[in-house]
């Protein structure tokens, strides 16, 4: 029996659990690169790599495991880890305006991996890409402006348009990397093969 072939008693393979472990280590240190360059947070919005790492997470896993990784990578980090962006970490971080963007990361990756498991050519991951990056924002922006609404500190004039404003910075990086993510998963899931869990 292979390693590959071992059923965890949640009916997951082992080798599905070392993906699953992998991503979400991925998006922990994704989460954090503005601790090493502090200028790339925008209106307190840190720019990360953790929307590219949430696609792939999709696009190479699949719908139901790529969810589940960033299942883990949020409820680790709630759970106290300092894995969320500036290390931040524990149950209060529901309450940052930016967790939306925590809680979108699953709903991304199952949508990316929805649809190339549905159309698995080289058009359809980076459609699936984009798509998933743009529920991101989607998501992300309207909770964090919500948030600053009804329970954070708002800063001075902040506005619907501001919130979006806020986000403008870091699209062109997104766009470039989610066009990335689907060129580099579709061809890496070639290569590797990964067998999605269904």
Known sequence: MTTASVK???GMSALSLVYCGMFAALMMIGANITSF????????????LQTFFAVLAGLLLGSRLGATAMTVYM?????????????????GAILL????????FIIVAYIAGKIVEKY??????IVAALVAMSVNYLFGTNWMYAAYKLWAAAPDAF?????WAWMIPPLPKDIFLS??????????YKVLKVRRAH
């Not at 698995?120 to 991951?125: E, K």
Request: a positive charge; hydrophobic letters at 50%; aromatic letters at 14%.
């Open 97 to 104: 305006p930016t967790f939306g963007f925590i809680v979108s």
């Open 120 to 125: 698995g050519g080289l058009r359809s991951y």
């Open 75 to 91: 409820i680790v980090g709630l759970a106290g880890a300092p894995v969320f962006s500036k290390f931040q970490g524990g149950f």
């Open 8 to 10: 965890t008693k949640s």
């Open 179 to 188: 066009v990335l993510a689907g060129i580099f998963g579709h061809r890496m």
């Open 37 to 48: 360059v502090p200028f790339l947070v925008i209106g307190g919005v840190p720019i990360t």
């Open 159 to 163: 506005s619907y348009k501001v919130a």
